[in-house]
């Protein structure tokens, strides 16, 4: 099972927005509705952002949104803020009790 | 308030077996309500999903590690714990546990289960294993 494709880095100035994409095949994004993002900073713990494609848990902004096509899923961060500068990971249901991460991408705020 | 720390030792041989474990507490690990999941990261690399225990037992591995892996849990300790056999420096990583909530109940080929919500909500804050002579 192949990792997630995801951009390596984006970044917009703050107040903007950016989007950032995951991109599967049938077997994992597409198939199911299981995707998740992660936010990561420097030598920190992921935190999670965003479950079931667009489910935000509680206390996350909803400066944070997420949804999916076909086989890509896609995290967007509007009204971009500093402390928004982290690593951004998806993962994904795969099928057989299976799950596989994306790539990452690091976003910037300029 | 839930929280989860890893412990076990930084340094490991190649070739033997890494041992770690994940201490739960502010909550019951036989809860029922969440499969319980190691997760690595080598430095400066991406997330590897290792796999998942719940409280019966019932145990899920990433395929890729299949052959190397137990994960066990210890209720009487609140603990569950990863075991990865014959080590090389390919092995050397951040190892995080995690916490997933249940997503509600699956039934396949007439057995039903409590299915994990393939997200992890909670997490350790990671403890490094080096791979190394």
């Known amino acids: 099972q192949s990792a997630l494709t995801q951009p390596p880095s984006a970044s917009g100035s703050p107040g903007q927005s950016v989007t950032i994409s995951c991109t599967g095949t049938s077997s994992d994004v597409g198939g199911y509705n299981y995707v998740s993002w992660y936010q990561q900073h420097p030598g920190k713990a992921p935190k999670l952002m965003i479950y079931e494609v667009s489910k935000r848990p509680s206390g996350v902004p909803d400066r944070f949104s997420g949804s999916k096509s076909g086989n890509t899923a896609s995290l967007t961060v509007s009204g971009l803020q500093a402390e928004d500068e982290a690593d951004y990971y998806c993962?994904?249901?795969?099928?057989?009790?299976?799950?596989?991460f994306g790539t990452g991408a690091k976003v910037t705020v300029l | 308030q839930v929280q989860l720390q890893e412990s076990g030792p930084g340094l490991v041989k190649p070739s033997q077996t890494l041992a770690l474990t994940c201490s739960v507490s502010?909550?019951?690990?036989?809860?029922?309500?969440?499969?319980w999941s190691w997760i690595r990261q080598p430095p400066g690399k991406g997330l590897e999903w290792i796999g998942y225990i719940y409280y019966s037992g019932s145990t899920y591995y990433n395929p890729s590690l299949k052959s190397r892996v137990t994960i066990s849990l210890d209720t009487s300790k609140n603990q569950f714990s990863l075991k990865l056999s014959s080590v090389t420096a390919a092995d050397t990583a951040v190892y995080y546990c995690?916490?997933?909530?249940?997503?509600?109940?699956?039934?396949?080929?007439?057995?039903?289960?409590?299915?994990?919500?393939?997200?992890?909500?909670?997490w350790g804050r990671g403890t490094l294993v080096t791979v190394s002579s």
């Open positions: 995690a916490r997933d909530r249940v997503s509600g109940v699956r039934c396949s080929g007439g057995s039903c289960f409590y299915a994990p919500g393939w997200y992890f909500d909670l």
């Open positions: 993962s994904s249901y795969a099928g057989s009790n299976n799950l596989v």
């Open positions: 502010g909550g019951s690990i036989s809860s029922g309500d969440y499969y």
